[in-house]
């Protein structure tokens, strides 16, 4: 391949022209938030907006029953506090995520434990979440990251064969589709945010789909994420039995959430089209490895990570993302900095300040080398953002600048 002298060297740079951006609201969202304040209440059971837009999300994704809630985060922790998950329990999730997904596994004083996952699609392991399965295991927690689905078939049938429920993180999901299926609907509970970065955005905000389509679990999740208030039949009873958070949606977050709904299938059908045409354009370059999706996959792509065979280039990591930044393609090395559980809550084991509990009821340990592929991955990716905002010439571009580097660097 011919090399070009790189930007960072003092060559011409490949992108020249801004990327495309756009607004991601509008007059649709502000008809509807006027609607809301002329309601003359904000609360979510006395209004009809938060109600319109769990009919419309339930509408998309064919499913009888969803909760709103403040944040992804919560609705993660609704979903493990209603699955009945609790003191002492294990749960097994990703090492690649974002925080949000362990933090209700330890409100609810239960032990995250991490699988490994697969090098290429990122996603976990089937294999690994089995060999992780102990007696105190009661869920898995799967994250579908930046858009791409898991491998659920195996996953379902490992939880299945164990008893353990399945609790879905979509957070960077929206639409995502496995064998056909879309994902949030596969396990027993789907969540979602809208958090402002997310594929649409309310501000901050949550869904957890109810799978089973069973009403009275809807109940329970419901009431988890509303103080253990329950207002059905016409009538509020304040149950005190257990513990549920406050964790509930707005008017105004489900009056934006209407309008952004309809915006959803456009948004993910663009970062689709994006995302494939980015790996069909860097795949077989010298020292790069694009993602995969698996088979009957169909990923809306939050981000795009594509990894390094650094034995085949004379580069670091880090020198290939300033020379790609160079290029005028912004991109970070790797996701987060390091594997979950490398984090300083991890490693001093303290959920809480002052405190070692739960982790003192446990001897799961968080050594360096306990998912050596998840650790690989966040040391060898580069990642760049997709918006459904770019233009065809922005990938276009974007692929020739990773050629141009990886030819730069490749031996
Ligand atoms: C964003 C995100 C969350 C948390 O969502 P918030 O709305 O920010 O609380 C959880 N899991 C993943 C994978 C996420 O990307």
Same mark, same amino acid.
Not at 43 to 55: A, E
Not at 56 to 80: C, M, P, Q, R
Not at 184 to 207: L, R, V
């Given at each position: 391949m011919n ?16 990327f ?19 309601q ?13 837009f ?15 809630t ?51 699609t990122y ?7 089995e ?13 579908h ?21 399945v609790?879905e ?42 799978n089973?389509?069973d ?20 009538? $509020? ?10 964790? %509930? ?8 959430? $209407?309008?952004?709904l ?54 670091? %990591? ?43 009821l446990?001897? $799961? ?18 990642? $760049? ?23 730069w660097?490749?031996?």
């Amino acid at each position: 391949m011919n090399k070009r002298r790189l930007a960072l060297h003092g060559g011409p740079k490949v992108k020249t022209s801004p990327f495309g951006t756009g607004k991601r609201f509008g007059v649709e969202e502000e008809k509807e938030l006027m609607e809301a304040l002329e309601q003359n209440t904000l609360f979510y059971h006395h209004g009809k907006k938060v109600k319109q837009f769990l009919r419309d999300f339930n509408k998309l994704y064919g499913v009888k029953y969803s909760v709103a809630t403040s944040s992804g985060t919560a609705a993660i922790h609704v979903a493990l506090g209603a699955a009945g998950v609790s003191v002492g329990d294990e749960v097994i999730t990703s090492p690649i995520t974002d925080q949000g997904t362990i933090i209700g596994i330890l409100y609810q004083n239960a032990i995250p434990v991490f699988a490994d996952v697969d090098p290429h699609t990122y996603n976990m392991d089937p294999q690994s979440i089995e060999s992780r399965i102990t007696s105190r295991t009661k869920a898995i927690l799967v994250v579908h990251l930046a858009g791409n689905p898991c491998d659920m078939d195996p996953i379902m049938e490992i939880a299945r064969k164990h008893h353990l429920k399945v609790i879905e993180d979509c957070a960077q999901s929206y639409l995502s589709r496995y064998k056909g299926r879309l994902v949030g609907t596969i396990g027993d509970y789907g969540c979602f945010s809208t958090n402002d970065f997310k594929h649409i955005s309310t501000g901050d905000g949550g869904i957890v789909t109810v799978n089973s389509g069973d009403e009275e679990e809807y109940r329970v999740v419901h009431a988890f994420a509303d103080k253990n208030y329950q207002r059905f039949a016409g009538q $509020v009873q304040r149950d005190l039995s257990y513990l549920a958070p406050n964790y %509930r949606m707005t008017e105004l977050q489900g009056a934006v959430g $209407v309008a952004q709904l309809r915006k959803l299938p456009w948004i993910c059908e663009r970062r689709h089209q994006y995302g494939e045409r980015l790996s069909k354009g860097i795949r077989g370059l010298p020292g790069v490895q694009a993602p995969r999706v698996y088979e009957g996959g169909w990923s809306s792509y939050w981000f795009y990570m594509f990894r390094l065979d650094l034995s085949a280039l004379s580069c670091s %990591r880090e020198e290939f993302s300033r020379a790609l930044a160079a290029e005028g393609i912004p991109n970070q090395p790797g996701y987060i900095p390091e594997v979950i559980y490398l984090q300083p809550l991890f490693q001093k084991r303290q959920a809480y300040l002052n405190s070692h509990f739960p982790f003192d009821l446990s001897d $799961v340990a968080y050594p360096r080398g306990l998912c050596p592929t998840a650790e690989q991955i966040l040391q060898t990716s580069i990642r $760049v953002g997709i918006s459904e905002f770019f233009s065809e010439q922005d990938i276009e571009e974007m692929i020739e600048a990773v050629g141009k580097v990886a030819s730069w660097y490749a031996h």
